[in-house]
């Protein structure tokens, strides 16, 4: 045995020297660990705002152009199994540029993955429109909607093609509640995703027909996909909307929906 072994000081020293050791070991860890949490913070920080910054000058912009409106929609997802989720939706228009409510609507609807390139899903959504001004209630002219779609996905190197088709039957409703109407339509959208490596923006374009016997409607789609955080998403676009009647005018939109999973 050797005589730092033996002296009882030394022992207590050496025990004391690697207590400090250890202290500042696990200093450095919580620094480096709250270095990394706020670097976080910072960047999460910076999406805000720049989704912020893109929003306002939307606004602005629809506030200028009487053709001009905003859509904007909240999104949860809960995915069940593997292959099957339910999604709920909630949004709302407006009309005359922000000036007035145009409609809004809630939408439920389950997706199930039958292949790893397709999936089909069900679903049900109601509709209030802004009532006409001979009317007692604000919201009226309800609608409800069945719809059924398949969707088929083909990536292609960094891009995404998707093709969703959807049968939607309606049941309309006047004011009153008792002129009653059934309609169906067909909707085939079609749209590229460009998907950037390590990048929390992807690109996209959309077109969505309207028709049944003929085409009623028609949606182009211009934006991006901002990824906040996991789980957390949102859709920025601009859409022009042209309806073949003639007494509409197409109208610019702006678009801003919100995207949470779970």
């Given at each position: 045995m050797s005589a730092h072994d033996s002296h009882p000081i030394l022992s207590i020293l050496d025990i004391r020297h690697f207590s400090l050791l250890k202290l500042e070991f696990t200093d450095v860890d919580v620094i480096q660990s709250v270095t990394i949490l706020l670097r976080s913070e910072m960047q999460i920080m910076k999406k805000a705002l720049i989704v912020l910054s893109v929003v306002l000058v939307a606004v602005a912009y629809a506030k200028v152009d009487e053709d001009a409106n905003?859509?904007?929609?909240?999104?949860?997802?809960?995915?069940?199994?593997?292959?099957?989720?339910?999604?709920?939706?909630?949004?709302?228009?407006?009309?005359?540029?922000?000036?007035?409510?145009?409609?809004?609507?809630?939408?439920?609807w389950g997706t199930y993955r039958i292949l790893d390139w397709m999936s089909i899903g069900l679903g049900y959504d109601h509709t209030r429109t802004e009532s006409p001004e001979s009317s007692t209630t604000r919201y009226?002219?309800?609608?409800?909607?069945?719809?059924?779609?398949?969707?088929?996905?083909?990536?292609?190197?960094?891009?995404?093609?998707?093709?969703?088709?959807?049968?939607t039957r309606t049941r309309s409703s006047s004011c009153n509640g008792k002129d009653r109407d059934f309609s169906s339509t067909m909707r085939s959208r079609i749209t590229v995703k460009y998907v950037i490596p390590d990048c929390p923006i992807s690109p996209f374009v959309a077109?969505?027909?309207?028709?049944?016997?003929?085409?009623?409607?028609?949606?182009?789609?211009?934006?991006?996909?901002f990824k906040l955080t996991d789980g957390n998403s949102i859709n920025l676009f601009y859409r022009r909307l042209s309806k073949f009647n003639p007494d509409h005018r197409n109208n610019n939109i702006l678009g801003i929906d919100y995207m949470y999973s779970f």
């Open positions: 905003v859509w904007a929609s909240v999104n949860a997802t809960k995915k069940i199994t593997p292959d099957f989720w339910m999604t709920g939706r909630v949004e709302y228009w407006s009309r005359e540029a922000l000036e007035t409510t145009d409609l809004w609507f809630a939408r439920i009226c002219q309800p609608k409800n909607n069945i719809f059924g779609q398949a969707t088929v996905t083909v990536p292609v190197s960094d891009f995404r093609l998707i093709f969703r088709q959807r049968y077109d969505e027909m309207f028709y049944w016997g003929k085409m009623t409607q028609n949606r182009t789609d211009i934006g991006f996909t």
